[in-house]
């Protein structure tokens, strides 16, 4: 068994593939029109071929039931980058009890992606702002062994 991709199901395909390479820099890496396969493992299908792929009509559309994660490096810079964009956000830029940042919206058909900022990340921030290695890995509820993995 081997785990190729996540699907989501899209109303307007040529919107959609616009929206996951501007906001998000991906690529298509293979385009069949009614499916179009992403960089990163990320499928869209068309609504309408997805309905008779499954045999029903009842496919709920936004549903806030899962999301699409990324990390990003600079989740700064990235934040900033969404501004040149209408995006509809489920929240804004916010800091996780264990120090990591995310951000969440929706895509055209109200799919969740989340971007976090990549761990490694985390733990430079952390030691950039005086924190020992004990400190930062106490911050982040991870051993010592974690922090030193992510800044080698």
């Known amino acids: 068994m081997k785990y190729t991709s996540t699907l989501i199901a899209v109303k307007d395909i040529e919107k959609s593939k616009?929206?996951?390479h501007?906001?998000?820099?991906?690529n298509v890496e293979a385009?069949?029109?009614?499916?179009?396969?992403?960089e990163g493992s990320v499928a869209l299908q068309t609504l309408e071929t997805w309905k008779t792929f499954i045999g029903t009509d009842d496919v709920t559309?936004?549903?806030n039931a899962g999301e699409l994660y990324f990390?990003?490096?600079?989740?700064?810079?990235f934040c900033i980058h969404l501004k040149a964009f209408d995006i509809c956000y489920v929240h804004e830029l916010f800091?996780?009890?264990?120090?990591?940042?995310?951000?969440r919206f929706y895509d055209p058909d109200k799919h969740i992606i989340e971007v976090g900022?990549?761990?490694k990340a985390v733990c430079k921030r952390?030691?950039?702002?005086?924190?020992?290695?004990?400190?930062?890995?106490?911050?982040?509820?991870?051993?010592v062994s974690y922090v030193i993995a992510c800044i080698r």
């Open 71 to 77: 990390e990003e490096d600079d989740i700064d810079a």
């Open 117 to 119: 900022e990549n761990m």
């Open 18 to 20: 616009r929206f996951y």
């Open 61 to 63: 559309l936004p549903n």
């Open 126 to 143: 952390f030691l950039d702002s005086g924190m020992t290695l004990e400190q930062a890995a106490e911050r982040m509820d991870v051993p």
């Open 22 to 26: 501007e906001v998000l820099g991906l």
């Open 95 to 103: 800091e996780h009890r264990w120090g990591q940042r995310v951000i």
């Open 31 to 38: 385009d069949f029109g009614a499916n179009v396969t992403l």
